[in-house]
């Protein structure tokens, strides 16, 4: 098969194989991409009904689109041979992964949430795996889980019924031949009996017992010991190290009925997701260990220990309640910042939405006044992807606290997954997951910022629960392209702008009454007439009429407040009105940066040099990454001629953006007035390459 080319798929090399065929590396020549694909035994292509029934289920299973589902591309039949083409997932499987030993207690949690959630989807559709097992699962090499060959799995063990006896009897005979695959099957399967969506469960729980411990939870010498033991025997109990709470949750997968299982794959879901977050009832745990106890009146004592724990807790006897609960840790949570959302949709047109959730997240967070601090989101998008320790990132940005998450949109569904860190101890503070209808966003980002401040113990003014409380349904299209046109202006070139602008009026089209739409609008035009693109006298008017119909909608939008007063401070130069919009956004949002900006240009302009440099500062703390940010404060430096300060924020700019325009003119200007005449022509050669001048510019600077 190597080397072949069956349709438009180019056949590269031989990846695996196992009793439902072969598979391959092939590239996709139309459209360019690597795939996966698998051909059926020789002994399926042959049975006529069996390739026809699993080229429809197949098929099927093609129309599963989530970011946990391995994707089936294309199912087809070339040269006489049926086959299906997947996407390709790098990585390793679950399996390989396992004959290291367990995993990680972070790591069963996270792979066996995002499997529960890719079976929901399934089961959503009518579809059933029927052979979930370790070796069909890839962990990517961000560690998240795909799940993989939906449609082969139910035709190569039967619907249930006869075909079902038949495969297992089979299996049994083989001397073992197919134990992997028993190890996983319900005790209904064995007998031969009809199966469901909670068979899948079971075979979950058995792959998360075998994460948590390293060994399945059903051991056998042949196929019959093992089919035995699935059918009458209970696993022993998780060890000491692993919670009670996840052993409660495997054992209600394991319940050999199907009606004592969980019923839904949802369900199994949000039993994971509380165990991750701590926020299982004692009792659970407790009720597992007094089950899987060889010494039960042991664990009634220690129950009695702990009821008495509880009564002295609630009654925060001796301080009690407080130091257990962390309040006093939490009280020290007076900054934050949020690291960009990942988006794990699969798909990366979908960039976009993750950054814009991560922005309008920053921004909620930080329109409350009981946080110090709130990291700006300039400086939170630079550690997009990276790697680096949370102790490091935090220490750097001089923050009590980071919020991490993940992002998956789907059709017209949104899921979010956040944490709050620790970032010294690296411990989850907090962690919870959310989905709603993308129509509901606004009201999901409301219930994030809610939780987190619940966990951090901040007290939130009358102003904020209103605010908070208060979220209107919002068109998803209209949403979308206000999120286009975000990152588009903030991309700063006049073709990036005219983009913002179309996205701004088609969210205005969707959504007449979307005031953050108005507000995107009037930042385009304020932008455009403080660089220079329109002139100031056009400018101005546009800013105003938008800002009016986004202020008419929301009047506590600050953003709209902040706009205007750019505006008026720049293009009309009437300082008082400037003022008065950035001290009117400031009180709406007291973390916002770019308003303590404005206010320092203020200070500048009127000589109050003391003023000037606190109101940065300030600023910076918030935003130390933003290079316009500090290139801003490095100019005003120079209007106060303190020019050596001036060369401290201007260099520390090209230490990350080395042909920073501004601030290779702001140092070429520093060194001219200090009359350092060899260092100015040096950096005034640097700006006029940098700009893209003719070399004669760059002569006549250095001359």
Request: with cysteine; hydrophobic share 45%.
């Amino acid at each position: 098969m190597i080397g072949k080319t069956l349709g438009h798929f180019h056949i590269l090399e031989k990846i695996g194989q196992g009793g439902m065929g072969e598979v391959f590396l092939a590239e996709d020549t139309s459209l360019h991409r690597m795939v996966a694909m698998k051909f059926l035994p020789v002994e399926m292509q042959q049975d006529d009904t069996a390739r026809k029934r699993l080229i429809r289920e197949a098929r099927s299973a093609a129309a599963l689109d989530h970011p946990y589902i391995c994707h089936i591309n294309e199912v087809g039949e070339s040269e006489g041979r049926a086959f299906i083409a997947m996407e390709y997932v790098k990585g390793r499987s679950l399996k390989e992964r396992l004959a290291a030993g367990a995993l990680p207690l972070n790591e069963v949690l996270r792979a066996a949430i995002e499997v529960a959630e890719a079976l929901e989807a399934a089961h959503a559709k009518g579809i059933i795996h029927q052979d979930i097992k370790p070796g069909n699962i890839m962990l990517t090499p961000t560690g998240h889980a795909k799940v993989m060959d939906f449609g082969l799995a139910k035709q190569a063990t039967g619907g249930g019924g006869a075909d079902s006896q038949d495969e297992t009897v089979t299996a049994l005979t083989r001397c073992g031949a197919a134990v992997g695959t028993l190890a996983y099957m319900p005790p209904e399967q064995l007998r031969g009996q009809m199966v469901d969506s909670r068979s899948d469960l079971w075979a979950l729980g058995v792959t998360l017992y075998e994460m948590a411990t390293g060994m399945r939870p059903f051991q056998g010498q042949d196929g019959f010991e093992l089919m035995s033991s699935i059918l009458n025997r209970v696993p022993r109990p998780l060890p000491s190290q692993a919670p009670a709470e996840l052993g409660a949750v495997i054992g209600r997968c394991l319940e050999k009925d199907p009606e004592k299982r969980y019923q839904r794959a949802g369900d199994l879901r949000e039993a994971l997701i509380a165990v991750q977050a701590g926020t299982v009832s004692p009792w659970v745990g407790w009720r597992y260990r007094l089950t899987h106890s060889r010494w039960p009146v042991i664990a009634a004592v220690a129950l009695a220990l702990f009821i008495l724990a509880g009564i002295l807790v609630t009654l925060d006897v001796g301080g009690l309640r407080t130091r257990l609960t962390g309040a006093s840790d939490a009280a020290k949570i007076q900054s934050l910042a949020v690291l960009p959302l990942e988006n794990l949709s699969g798909n990366p047109e979908q960039d976009y939405f993750a950054a814009g959730m991560t922005e309008t997240l920053i921004t909620d967070l930080a329109r409350l006044g009981g946080l110090r601090r709130v990291t700006a989101r300039a400086t939170a998008m630079r550690y997009q992807g990276t790697k680096r320790p949370f102790a490091e990132i935090a220490r750097e940005l001089r923050v009590d606290a980071l919020v991490t998450g993940s992002v998956q949109r789907f059709a017209e569904r949104v899921s979010i997954a956040v944490q709050l860190i620790d970032p010294e101890t690296e411990d989850q503070l907090w962690t919870n997951r959310y989905e709603r209808d993308l129509k509901d966003v606004i009201r999901l980002q409301n219930e994030i910022v809610a939780a987190i401040v619940g966990e951090i113990r901040i007290r939130l003014t009358p102003g904020d629960k209103a605010r908070l409380a208060s979220a209107r349904p919002v068109d998803p299209e209209a949403y979308d392209a206000y999120l286009k046109g975000c990152i588009e202006t903030n991309r700063l070139s006049p073709k990036n702008f005219e983009m913002a602008m179309e996205y701004f009026r088609l969210a205005l089209q969707k959504d007449p009454a979307f005031a953050l739409a108005h507000t995107g609008i009037a930042r385009v035009w304020n932008a455009k007439g403080h660089l220079g693109y329109v002139p100031p006298r056009d400018a101005l008017p546009m800013v105003r009429a938008a800002v009016s119909q986004a202020l008419a909608l929301d009047e506590r939008l600050a953003e709209a407040h902040r706009v205007l007063g750019s505006a008026q401070f720049y293009l009309e130069w009437n300082w008082e009105g400037a003022v008065r919009s950035w001290q009117r956004a400031s009180e709406l949002e007291p973390n916002d940066a770019d308003s303590l900006v404005g206010l320092a240009a203020y200070s500048c302009a009127m000589g109050r040099l003391d003023g000037t440099a606190a109101a940065f500062e300030h600023a910076l703390e918030s935003d130390p990454h933003n290079p316009q940010l500090r290139d801003f404060y490095g100019h005003q430096l120079l209007r106060l001629r303190r020019y050596d300060e001036a060369v401290v924020q201007f260099r520390q700019v090209l230490n990350s953006e080395p042909a920073f325009r501004s601030s290779l003119n702001g140092l070429w200007r520093a060194f001219h007035f200090k009359r350092m005449f060899d260092e100015a022509s040096g950096y005034a050669a640097q700006y006029f390459a940098a700009s893209g001048y003719p070399e004669p510019f760059a002569l006549l600077a250095t001359a």
